[in-house]
């Protein structure tokens, strides 16, 4: 089972994309764990951006992006979701999504599991 992140591309600097990431197999991987979106720029080490509750209700975020970006779910689609707005150049990276069975404010990426490929960010004019 991994965790399928979609919906990347090329913006311009205060763009917008909304980051989608779906369960490549068993629904189970997302309705009991919480699940979170990281980031990882050339030569850089993955970076936590946010995560969500079981339930949706909790959300947790690094501090670079809180009032930009905004993380849900909906578990009845199996999906959870990134908005990302006022994109800047230093945005740029992967993103991933992942699960884990820890609290939303686990941001060590070695207590997640199910990664998958990543979807590509630029903010570029």
């Known amino acids: 089972v991994q965790l399928q992140a979609s919906g990347g591309g090329l913006v311009q600097p205060g763009g917008s994309l909304r980051l989608s990431c779906v369960p490549s197999?068993?629904?189970?991987?997302?309705?009991?764990?919480?699940i979170a979106w990281f980031r990882q720029a050339p030569g850089k080490e993955r970076e936590f951006v946010a995560a969500?509750?079981?339930?949706?209700?909790?959300?947790n975020y690094v501090d670079s992006v809180k009032g930009r970006f905004t993380i849900s779910r909906d578990n009845a689609k199996n999906t959870v979701y990134l908005q990302t707005n006022s994109l800047k150049p230093e945005d740029t990276a992967i993103y991933y999504c992942?699960?884990?069975?820890?609290?939303?404010?686990?941001?060590?990426?070695?207590?997640?599991?199910?990664w998958g490929q990543g979807t590509q960010v630029t903010v570029s004019s």
């Open positions: 197999g068993r629904a189970y991987v997302f309705t009991d764990k919480v």
């Open positions: 969500i509750s079981r339930n949706g209700r909790r959300t």
């Open positions: 992942a699960a884990t069975p820890n609290d939303i404010q686990f941001r060590w990426s070695v207590g997640y599991d199910y």
